[in-house]
């Protein structure tokens, strides 16, 4: 009930009372806009979509049709490099695909019988005047062999008291009955398929081989430290370009000295190196503080792509790196807005405002996309010419905007991480080997992301080293074209033998032809 003796009779006592409420309502409000707001993108986390395509006819909703004359939709998907889609691009045919000619073919010939090769009118004999040919695609599971190394025993025969062996060949790990292909196998199902090590176990039992799980863990160790000496090489050819994009994902690791099993480690990833011979490295850390992009970028100079996380400023600042920021994770954010804002704003400013953000920055894509074949010094020139207009308009609609917008809504959040990330966003229109986006780093995160599905930790910190090693060998062969069963089986092969810098060097994935691991 309300109190009538505390109601002020002074006109301006009642005056600044009236003015104060409409204060705490107008809070109140704009309380139950970000709450609704919240509710609304969670549910679209939940039950959405998850692509991030903007299709003309919303954009044309929100911003008239003389807005959207003439665009094209724009798929905002991350699992693409590039959001745009190419011009003029047609529908694959349908039909059944051609089976890949590299693949060897074993021929069944198919006749008639006797009888059936007679004519049905005159019985006289058929003669072949052509062929049919059907081919199917037939595949053998894996085959299970074990190979005898029969090493001979001399001795003198004059003597008779020396004795010589033939020397078993180097292996990946002495002493071990795991030959190359059985440790290859196990790296590709782990690494690249994201199989857990207890699946293995049942998998290599049901073809009569019982491999505890922690020999098959020991085994993952002690190739992720054989191929320690290619890492190395890789990292100091990373390091030597000027051109790094990092990213980092969560890793639990059980058995972390100092923390208990329920704390989160970090996987860090790099991506970097001459655009002909990319390099993609993983590396643990228990940290997610400044300090590890200190100890990974030791001695680099250049520029260093990431996402607004702040841990990336220390080494930016120690090593006067440029930083680039990522154009997809302001877009996201806009495009988040877009999707929230659809329940707590009736006259649509909001999200016309959001779809206006989108708008520009999938003009930036477009672009982008048509230029992304050129050379580097024709690729600025037209940022120069084409991107830098559209940012200064840009920039001039969000100074323009912000100070309208509440900052702890969907769209505020999205503004202020624009205008506060302004310079970072803009910087790869100063040289064109720069990306306008970090997504190229954010794809090689995703096969760790998969398989922590699937093994959701790792036992130690030797394992958790190990898989950081042995993903960076997978993940970099992929990327300079190799089939990463052949290039893995050649390097398990050879590395063991290797005695010399040039023989290591000769195995780095940039330095081998995908036929050479094939030959091998």
């Given at each position: 009930?309300?109190n009538?003796?505390?109601?002020?009779?002074n006109?301006?006592?009642?005056?600044?009372?009236?003015?104060?409420?409409?204060?705490?309502?107008?809070h109140?409000?704009?309380?139950?806009?970000?709450?609704?707001?919240?509710?609304?993108?969670?549910?679209?986390?939940?039950?959405?979509v998850?692509s991030?395509?903007?299709s003309?006819d919303?954009?044309r909703?929100?911003?008239?049709?003389?807005?959207?004359?003439?665009t094209d939709?724009v798929?905002?998907?991350?699992?693409v490099?590039?959001?745009?889609?190419?011009?003029?691009?047609k529908?694959?045919?349908?039909?059944?695909?051609?089976?890949?000619?590299?693949l060897?073919?074993v021929?069944?010939?198919?006749?008639?019988?006797?009888?059936?090769?007679?004519?049905?009118?005159?019985?006289?004999?058929?003669?072949?005047?052509?062929?049919k040919?059907?081919?199917?695609?037939?595949?053998?599971?894996?085959?299970?062999?074990?190979?005898r190394h029969?090493?001979?025993?001399?001795?003198c025969?004059?003597?008779?008291?020396?004795l010589?062996?033939?020397?078993?060949p180097?292996?990946?790990?002495?002493?071990?009955?795991?030959?190359?292909?059985?440790l290859?196998y196990?790296?590709?199902?782990?690494?690249?398929?994201?199989?857990?090590?207890?699946r293995l176990?049942?998998?290599?039992?049901?073809y009569?081989?019982?491999?505890?799980?922690?020999?098959?863990?020991?085994?993952?160790?002690?190739?992720?430290?054989?191929?320690?000496?290619?890492?190395?090489?890789?990292?100091?050819?990373?390091?030597?370009?000027?051109?790094?994009?990092?990213?980092?994902?969560?890793?639990?690791?059980?058995?972390?000295?100092?923390?208990?099993?329920?704390?989160q480690?970090?996987?860090?990833?790099?991506?970097?190196?001459?655009?002909?011979?990319?390099?993609?490295?993983?590396d643990?850390?228990p940290?997610?503080?400044?300090?590890?992009?200190?100890?990974?970028?030791?001695?680099?100079?250049?520029?260093?792509?990431?996402?607004?996380y702040?841990?990336y400023g220390a080494?930016?600042?120690?090593?006067?790196?440029?930083?680039?920021?990522?154009?997809?994770?302001a877009?996201?954010?806009?495009?988040e807005?877009?999707?929230a804002?659809?329940?707590?704003?009736?006259?649509?400013?909001?999200?016309?405002?959001?779809a206006?953000?989108?708008?520009?920055?999938?003009a930036?894509?477009?672009?982008?996309?048509?230029?992304?074949?050129?050379?580097?010094e024709e690729?600025?020139a037209?940022?120069?010419?084409?991107?830098?207009?559209?940012?200064?308009?840009?920039?001039?609609?969000?100074d323009?905007n912000?100070?309208?917008?509440?900052?702890?809504?969907?769209?505020?959040k999205?503004?202020?991480?624009?205008?506060?990330?302004?310079?970072?966003?803009?910087?790869y229109?100063t040289?064109?080997r720069l990306?306008?986006?970090?997504?190229?780093?954010?794809?090689?995160?995703r096969?760790f992301?998969?398989?922590?599905?699937?093994?959701l930790?790792?036992?130690?910190?030797?394992?958790?080293?190990?898989?950081?090693?042995?993903?960076?060998?997978?993940?970099?062969?992929?990327a300079?074209?190799?089939?990463p069963?052949?290039y893995?089986?050649?390097?398990?092969t050879?590395?063991?033998?290797?005695?010399?810098l040039?023989?290591?060097e000769?195995?780095?994935?940039f330095?081998?032809?995908?036929?050479q691991?094939?030959?091998?």
């Amino acid at each position: 009930m309300t109190n009538h003796d505390s109601i002020p009779t002074n006109v301006n006592d009642l005056t600044a009372l009236v003015i104060t409420q409409r204060e705490q309502l107008s809070h109140q409000s704009l309380f139950i806009d970000q709450l609704l707001e919240q509710i609304k993108l969670a549910k679209h986390h939940r039950f959405g979509v998850k692509s991030e395509h903007i299709s003309p006819d919303q954009l044309r909703l929100l911003l008239g049709d003389e807005q959207t004359a003439n665009t094209d939709p724009v798929d905002f998907d991350d699992e693409v490099t590039d959001p745009t889609p190419a011009p003029g691009n047609k529908r694959a045919k349908r039909g059944r695909r051609l089976l890949p000619d590299h693949l060897p073919r074993v021929e069944i010939e198919h006749t008639l019988s006797d009888e059936a090769c007679r004519c049905q009118h005159c019985r006289s004999t058929l003669v072949p005047i052509s062929q049919k040919i059907t081919e199917q695609l037939d595949i053998i599971p894996a085959q299970v062999r074990v190979i005898r190394h029969m090493r001979q025993t001399y001795q003198c025969a004059a003597c008779e008291d020396a004795l010589t062996t033939t020397p078993l060949p180097p292996q990946p790990i002495p002493k071990s009955n795991a030959a190359p292909g059985t440790l290859t196998y196990l790296i590709i199902a782990k690494y690249l398929e994201g199989m857990p090590l207890y699946r293995l176990e049942r998998q290599l039992a049901r073809y009569g081989m019982l491999v505890p799980r922690a020999t098959l863990a020991s085994w993952m160790i002690q190739c992720g430290q054989l191929v320690q000496p290619l890492i190395n090489l890789m990292r100091d050819r990373l390091l030597s370009y000027d051109i790094i994009a990092m990213d980092e994902s969560r890793y639990q690791v059980l058995k972390e000295p100092g923390k208990t099993a329920q704390s989160q480690s970090y996987i860090w990833v790099q991506r970097g190196g001459p655009p002909d011979s990319p390099i993609i490295l993983y590396d643990y850390d228990p940290s997610r503080s400044q300090s590890v992009p200190l100890r990974l970028l030791d001695g680099f100079e250049g520029y260093l792509q990431s996402d607004a996380y702040e841990g990336y400023g220390a080494v930016c600042r120690e090593n006067e790196l440029i930083s680039v920021g990522c154009m997809a994770h302001a877009r996201r954010k806009f495009d988040e807005a877009l999707k929230a804002q659809s329940a707590v704003d009736p006259d649509k400013r909001k999200s016309t405002l959001a779809a206006q953000a989108l708008k520009q920055i999938q003009a930036l894509y477009r672009i982008e996309r048509e230029i992304k074949d050129l050379p580097a010094e024709e690729k600025r020139a037209i940022r120069e010419k084409s991107s830098v207009p559209i940012l200064d308009e840009f920039k001039i609609w969000l100074d323009t905007n912000i100070i309208v917008v509440p900052p702890r809504s969907t769209l505020g959040k999205a503004m202020n991480y624009l205008r506060k990330q302004w310079d970072k966003l803009t910087v790869y229109t100063t040289d064109g080997r720069l990306r306008i986006d970090n997504n190229l780093c954010e794809n090689a995160v995703r096969p760790f992301v998969m398989g922590r599905k699937s093994w959701l930790f790792a036992n130690s910190v030797a394992g958790a080293n190990a898989s950081a090693n042995l993903y960076s060998l997978v993940e970099t062969a992929k990327a300079n074209g190799h089939e990463p069963y052949a290039y893995i089986k050649h390097v398990l092969t050879h590395l063991p033998a290797a005695t010399t810098l040039e023989d290591v060097e000769a195995l780095l994935p940039f330095n081998l032809q995908p036929a050479q691991c094939k030959a091998a």
